[in-house]
């Protein structure tokens, strides 16, 4: 496999790199297993050339790369001050608690480390005490997971609810406990000196490495509220793992959302601040009544619960229009009531500096001359309805120039490192997406024998994709296979309706065939929790939709078939999807070819990327979706997949079972 790596330009690190990575290195006695990789070594060697030269790098890493240590042992010898952005909470945990020091231990390296999270992460002293004081309770748990808290911040330094295993991450006495951008006292607070969310911006601030995640970076580039944006011009090194995720998370923070949840939120302010610091003033009922009925009414212009529409699907007669100016105009009543009564108190202050922003971003939605709302090619404007609010978005269709804006000024080093970045080593999409098109991209490939350790099978005879019933076709296609391989399946499926269809079928099948598989279904319980369950269970099957795609490890023979369920091409109705494809064919480019079956091929590698996760694996990938054979476009993506095995015969896949070369 070596033969196939481009060789890069000699680095000054190289030789380090080659002994730091050799298997009598420092890292070896660190990690149990170790065995030296060239694509690691290779990887790390590319990675400080750029740290040294202060250059961008855009690294894909097959799975088994190695990709966390060969990015982190340049970072910590020679990054100066770094901040590692990942894709989730738990990432960022995995990274802070478990890899980071096994590589400064190892490595005997005088660097010091932080994690900071968004600011809902951690205890607010203030709110608690609020919380306490209020006794706003809404159920027995609240209680009880209160009293936990209250005993929490007393031992804790950090103050980070990750810490606190006995109150679950999405119990509601989070909201009671924690502050928000809004809700924040500042240096106000007689607890600011206390404070975690401070301290924890004061470590960082200090630390020669910061963990931190993308919706931390982009958030704060966007709203300057979580202490990356006073970290960003010290920084010398910025790593992004994970990298693929990044055009749809910095897509949902250069946008705006306003929502008449918000509205709401801060009408129950205004009234308990006006009555408790200005009770001889206006009528505070009456000022915030008209504002909620407003507000409400707007949500009721879409009778649906569900609903995602651009504003050029919204009919001109529709009620929404007359509504959205309605709650303008009371919008703007309530602030100069506030105007008049800021100087009562700090807090009706910051009670009207959220109401001028909430204004201002409702002022986005405005008719031209002709009573038509103005949209341009740079954003498009969409609703979102849920059961209880109304969700108005404007939506950047490219974030490439403001990502690009971000990146200019201090001469630092970018690294955006990912399994999945390309497209048959083609790496246009991403870099297009992220502004990046003229900067270096390197592929390595995985140390993992594809084609002894798994096979990619692609059933014949089943529906089109689209067509009815198409799940029970996959389903009954799936039961023989699942049955052969001893349970130990991911089921992968594109949308949340398949999942529950998928998990009320096999429930009823297991049972009536005897088949002691236990199933394990997202949205039943955590996901963390669930994939504890399912690799202690041994013979398991777990059915997930997009959150099990990707950044799940199951090593071992507790996961053995990975099927998935059809193509994950996003829905055609997205109208933020519908916006950019409508912008690239005025173009003249093709959106399906540049843009929808790319995004999919990237997803899909992702899924893939489930079943083989070390050198002793082996299993079968089942990719149900027929296009793949069919179509024209189809070779693109399973030349983009790994280089497993290929059948079509379902004789094949049981036969790969029944060998005992487990």
């Not at 209160?146 to 609810?161: A, H, P, V, Y």
């Not at 008719?367 to 949209?375: L, Q, R, T």
């Not at 108005?392 to 690009?404: D, G, R, V, W």
């Not at 279904?521 to 269970?537: H, I, K, P, Y």
């Amino acid at each position: 496999m070596t033969d196939t790596l481009p060789q890069d330009p000699p680095g000054k690190y190289d030789d380090e790199i080659d002994r730091l990575f050799s298997a009598g290195g420092p890292l070896a006695p660190s990690v149990g297993d170790y065995s030296p990789r060239t694509s690691q070594t290779q990887m790390a060697k590319a990675i400080a050339h750029a740290i040294s030269e202060q250059q961008t790098l855009i690294a894909e890493a097959g799975t088994g790369t190695g990709k966390t240590f060969a990015y982190l042992v340049p970072a910590l010898l020679w990054g100066g001050k770094t901040i590692v952005s990942t894709g989730t909470k738990n990432l960022q945990d995995q990274l802070f608690l478990r890899d980071i020091p096994t590589v400064r231990a190892a490595l005997k390296a005088p660097v010091s480390v932080a994690l900071l999270k968004g600011r809902s992460n951690y205890v607010c002293h203030y709110h608690l005490e609020r919380t306490l004081n209020n006794g706003r309770m809404t159920s027995r748990d609240d209680v009880g997971h209160l009293r936990e808290i209250q005993r929490f911040i007393k031992m804790t330094n950090s103050g980070d609810k990750a810490e606190l295993a006995k109150v679950p991450e999405n119990a509601t006495i989070w909201n009671l406990v924690t502050s928000t951008r809004d809700s924040c006292m500042g240096q106000e607070c007689q607890y600011y000196q206390d404070c975690f969310v401070m301290k924890a911006r004061r470590e960082a601030q200090q630390a020669d490495v910061v963990v931190v995640n993308h919706h931390l970076f982009f958030a704060d580039v966007a709203l300057k509220d979580t202490g990356v944006a006073e970290l960003l011009p010290s920084a010398n090194t910025i790593i992004f793992d994970e990298a693929h995720q990044l055009p749809d998370t910095a897509t949902l923070f250069f946008g705006q959302t306003v929502s008449t949840s918000q509205v709401l939120e801060l009408c129950r302010d205004v009234l308990a601040e006006g009555l408790a610091h200005a009770r001889g003033g206006p009528d505070w009922a009456k000022v915030v009544t008209v504002v909620e009925k407003a507000a409400r009414d707007l949500r009721l212009t879409f009778p649906q619960d569900s609903v995602r529409m651009s504003l050029a699907q919204i009919p001109q007669s529709s009620d929404f229009f007359p509504a959205l100016e309605k709650l303008k105009e009371e919008l703007d009543g309530m602030i100069a009531t506030l105007e008049a009564n800021a100087e009562r108190a700090e807090t009706i202050e910051q009670c009207r500096t959220r109401a001028v922003e909430l204004a201002a971003g409702l002022a986005g939605w405005k008719p031209d001359g002709k009573g038509k709302m103005v949209e341009g090619d740079e954003a498009v404007l969409w609703v979102e309805a849920f059961a209880s609010s109304l969700q108005l978005h404007k939506t950047p269709l490219s974030i490439a120039p403001i990502f690009s804006n971000q990146r200019e000024g201090t001469p630092r080093s970018w690294i955006f490192a990912s399994a999945t970045l390309a497209v048959k080593n083609d790496f246009k999409h991403f870099t297009s997406q992220m502004g990046l098109e003229n900067e270096r991209a390197r592929t390595w490939p995985s140390p993992f024998n594809y084609e002894e350790q798994g096979l990619l099978y692609v059933p014949t005879g089943l529906p089109d994709a689209n067509s009815f019933g198409y799940t029970d076709a996959v389903l009954d296609c799936a039961l023989p296979v699942i049955e052969a391989a001893g349970g130990r399946t991911f089921l992968l499926c594109t949308t949340i309706r398949a999942v529950k269809h998928a998990a009320e079928r096999l429930r009823t099948e297991f049972e009536q065939r005897g088949l002691n598989f236990p199933l394990f279904v997202q949205g039943e319980r955590g996901r963390t929790e669930l994939l504890d369950s399912f690799r202690n269970a041994g013979n398991g099957v777990l059915i997930g939709s997009q959150s099990f795609w990707e950044g799940v490890d199951v090593r071992g023979d507790a996961l053995s078939l990975v099927i998935i369920d059809k193509l994950p091409f996003a829905p055609p109705d997205d109208p933020v999807l519908a916006a950019r494809i409508d912008v690239m064919e005025k173009k003249g480019m093709n959106g399906f070819m540049h843009h929808q079956l790319p995004e999919a091929i990237i997803n899909l590698k992702q899924g893939a990327g489930r079943l083989i996760r070390d050198e002793k694996d082996r299993g079968v990938l089942m990719i149900c979706d027929g296009r793949i054979i069919t179509k024209p476009y189809g070779r693109r993506i399973w030349q983009s997949l790994p280089p497993f095995k290929r059948t079509r015969e379902q004789a094949d896949v049981i036969a790969f079972f029944r060998d005992k070369s487990v």
